[in-house]
T-cell receptor
Framework: NAGVMQNPRHLVRRRGQEARLRCSPMKGHSHVYWYRQLPEEGLKFMVYLQKENIIDESGMPKERFSAEFPKEGPSILRIQQVVRGDSAAYFC???????????FGPGTRLTVT | GNSVTQMEGPVTLSEEAFLTINCTYTATGYPSLFWYVQYPGEGLQLLLKATKADDKGSNKGFEATYRKETTSFHLEKGSVQVSDSAVYFCALKISNFGNEKLTFGTGTRLTIIP
């Protein structure tokens, strides 16, 4: 039973480019969460999605960031016009329903040069 | 708002020493409390949890007790091993409809030397 999959594991972008991070939840999980970990800091919640719905985006920056979880396929976190301050590890978690334990993926480490 | 304050690291101990990592929280409502562990280059793994006051979570020799009166959830282990070297995160969650986010502390890096 595969765990939460994230790809790519490492992503390098130049300032101004777009970054797309993918998250495939565990089998049977329809709830996805994105968190960001800045260097030497804890994880900060960004967004909570169900299939085709954004449930809570209270942690998302107002500009340049968007997330989706389509009916088919992985969840995508999209960062437009990346800046150096976006360099971080982005973790995805999934759960079978909102109340249940969140299982984390290995993360995508984004470096903006 | 909700917040978690964790003992700052790094913490370095000798093998077989006793470990305590302090965690206190502030929450509106009745949170569930968690300890997660992150090994180098990996994602977070749930280590243990407690969902109500006086509950004790335990796993792999680690324990933590949900203390409502002191708003604390300190992590303890009686005899640490080199393989316990990792970063440990304390976290809370208050489940309301549509609100399932985990609030994390800043993490404590633990290094165990042989």
């Amino acid at each position: 039973n595969a765990g939460v999959m994230q790809n790519p594991r490492h992503l390098v972008r130049r300032r101004g480019q777009e970054a797309r991070l993918r998250c495939s939840p565990m089998k049977g999980h329809s709830h996805v969460y994105w968190y960001r970990q800045l260097p030497e800091e804890g994880l900060k919640f960004m967004v909570y999605l169900q299939k085709e719905n954004i449930i809570d985006e209270s942690g998302m920056p107002k500009e340049r960031f968007s997330a989706e979880f389509p009916k088919e396929g992985p969840s995508i976190l999209r960062i437009q016009q990346v800046v150096r301050g976006d360099s971080a590890a982005y973790f995805c978690a999934s759960s079978p329903a909102g109340y249940y334990e969140q299982y984390f993926g290995p993360g995508t480490r984004l470096t903006v040069t | 708002g909700n917040s978690v304050t964790q003992m700052e690291g790094p913490v370095t101990l000798s093998e077989e020493a006793f470990l305590t990592i302090n965690c206190t929280y502030t929450a509106t409502g009745y949170p569930s409390l968690f300890w997660y562990v992150q090994y180098p280059g990996e994602g977070l793994q749930l280590l243990l949890k407690a969902t109500k006051a006086d509950d004790k979570g335990s796993n792999k020799g680690f324990e933590a007790t949900y203390r409502k009166e002191t708003t604390s959830f300190h992590l303890e282990k009686g005899s640490v091993q080199v393989s316990d070297s990792a970063v440990y995160f304390c976290a809370l969650k208050i489940s309301n409809f549509g609100n399932e986010k985990l609030t994390f502390g800043t993490g404590t890096r633990l290094t165990i030397i042989p």
